[in-house]
């Protein structure tokens, strides 16, 4: 397989739109999904069509395969963004076949999969079989921080040769420093020791969120929590996730809206991506109360604990952290 190093998880995007495609050809996405992945298919003007997804990750309908064939997809197997989903071992093995069938290429956007809290993880499909159609894509943004600026894209072997040229002109490298201080930061052992650091750190915050999300918003549905620094919290359909960040963000509070993420939204898209990443846990309970209020004031529900209220069933608080 052949290792570049790129301008964060974007540049690596872009850089697989221009090796891999042509002008309109088509292209699939997780719906809802990354919006970086978006913006460089239509950078490259191809044709770009959701998949729906589901507690099992990318669920492509069948017929797709042979009514819209795609060139590329994208996917994020580890721990779908924003859903939090994380895509089945079945589902994996039957896209890198249906890939292998139609000639496509898969994206496997890698993440976060480092911040594992449940489970035993998964293999990457880019390993799980050999000489897969997977295009593997990651950076340190989420692992260290997004400034660094470093990403990454492995090909496989069989393509190597043939894109050796091209890449060479395409990447004219940069931030060489910073690559060789992470170089030494990883070898040296302290980035594994620095990941157990934060996985400890990232489940505790976690668990406050939940922990407060449950107690606002309750029955709604939480999503996601096997990996990664967010959740998403479904919203009922008479509360608006748009509004309702907007509102959150005059308050000093930065959920996402879950239909921002979908090309085409739906009522099971309407929600709240919400970042724990850059929270201490001791703040979040106090910041979902602010966003349980303007929950309650947006749907006219009484306040927790009056006569005739019930729980508002809502919460944020930390942002939700962004993708570099």
């Known amino acids: 397989m ?25 292209a699939w996405v997780e719906g809802p999904g990354y919006r970086g ?4 298919f239509s950078l490259g003007d191809l044709s770009t069509l959701p998949m729906p ?17 795609p060139k590329l997809i994208y996917t994020s197997p580890a721990h779908q963004y924003p859903t939090g989903s994380v895509l089945s071992v079945a589902r994996r093995l039957e896209l890198i076949a249906q890939a292998r069938r139609c000639g496509a290429w898969l994206i496997e956007d890698d993440y976060d ?9 998964i293999a990457s499909m880019q390993g799980l079989v050999d000489d897969a159609p997977v295009l593997y894509v990651g950076s340190f943004s989420k692992t260290m921080f997004p400034a660094l600026r470093v990403g990454f894209v492995v090909l496989p072997r069989a393509i190597a ?32 020791r620095h990941l157990g650091r934060m996985r400890r750190l990232y489940r505790e915050r976690q668990q406050a969120l939940r922990d407060a999300l449950t107690a606002h918003f309750a029955p709604a549905q939480i999503l996601g929590g096997d990996c990664g620094m967010h959740l998403t919290l479904h919203l009922p359909p008479q509360l608006c996730d748009r ?13 996402r809206a879950l239909s921002g993420f979908a090309l085409q939204p739906r009522a099971e898209t309407n929600g709240l991506v919400i970042g724990y990443g850059n929270t201490p846990a001791e703040r979040l309970a106090s910041a979902i109360d602010t ?27 930390s942002s939700a952290t962004p993708r570099v």
């Open 2 to 26: 052949l290792k570049r190093s790129t301008e964060g998880a974007q540049e690596a995007l872009n850089l697989c739109v221009r090796l891999f495609t042509n002008p309109g050809d088509v």
């Open 37 to 40: 992945a978006k913006a460089a």
């Open 53 to 69: 997804v589901d507690a099992d990750g990318m669920a492509a309908p069948p017929d797709a395969w042979l009514t819209q064939p």
């Open 113 to 121: 999969g480092e911040f594992r809290h449940t489970g035993e993880p």
């Open 161 to 192: 040769a043939h894109t050796a040229v091209a890449l060479q002109a395409m990447l004219r490298g940069g931030h060489r420093l910073e690559q060789l201080a992470l170089a030494h930061f990883i070898e040296s052992g302290e980035f594994g």
């Open 243 to 255: 509004i309702l960040a907007e509102h959150a963000l005059h308050q000093g509070l930065n959920p």
């Open 291 to 317: 966003l349980a209020a303007l929950a309650r004031g947006l749907t006219g529900k009484p306040k927790r604990g009056s006569k005739a209220g019930s729980k508002a069933g809502l919460r944020a608080g």
